[in-house]
Nanobody
C-alpha cells in the first residue's frame, strides 16, 4: 500500500518558520510528482505547491515564503515555510501523483496521510 506520512507541524509565532516532512512508505518518491496541500479552517483542501525532479511550482501568494526540497536518499520531501502568518494556520498534507497541474499534483497514486497541524499564533 502506498502511503505518505506528514510531520513537523506545530505552534509557531507570526514571522516564524517550520519545516514539514513528507515520508513515503511503499514507493519511491523520486518517481512521482510530490505536492503539498493545506486545509484552512472551514475550507476545502487546496493545492499549494507541486514538484518534479527538476521543477517547483507554488501558489503565487506563497511563492517566496514556501520552498519544496526533495531528499531522494531519505525518500522524503520537505516544505520549508518562512515568515508564517496566522492565515497560514491549517492542516498540511502531502501527496504523490503523476502530474503537476500548475501548483497542484494530480492523479494521486498514494493514500492521503493524516496531515500535520500548523498553528500560527502569538
Amino acid at each position: 500500500q502506498l502511503q505518505v506520512v506528514e510531520s513537523g507541524g506545530g505552534l509557531v509565532q507570526p514571522g516564524g518558520s517550520l519545516r514539514l516532512s513528507c515520508a513515503a512508505s511503499g514507493f519511491t518518491l523520486a518517481n512521482y510528482r510530490i505536492g503539498w496541500f493545506r486545509q484552512l479552517p472551514g475550507k476545502e483542501r487546496e493545492g499549494i505547491s507541486c514538484s518534479t525532479s527538476a521543477d517547483r511550482f507554488y501558489k503565487p501568494s506563497l511563492k517566496g515564503r514556501f520552498t519544496i526540497a526533495r531528499d531522494n536518499a531519505k525518500n522524503t520531501v520537505y516544505l520549508q515555510m518562512n515568515s508564517l502568518q496566522p492565515e497560514d494556520t491549517a492542516v498540511y498534507y502531502c501527496a504523490a501523483g503523476r502530474f503537476c497541474s500548475g501548483y497542484t499534483v494530480t492523479q494521486l497514486t498514494a493514500s492521503w496521510g493524516q496531515g500535520t497541524q500548523v498553528t500560527v499564533s502569538s
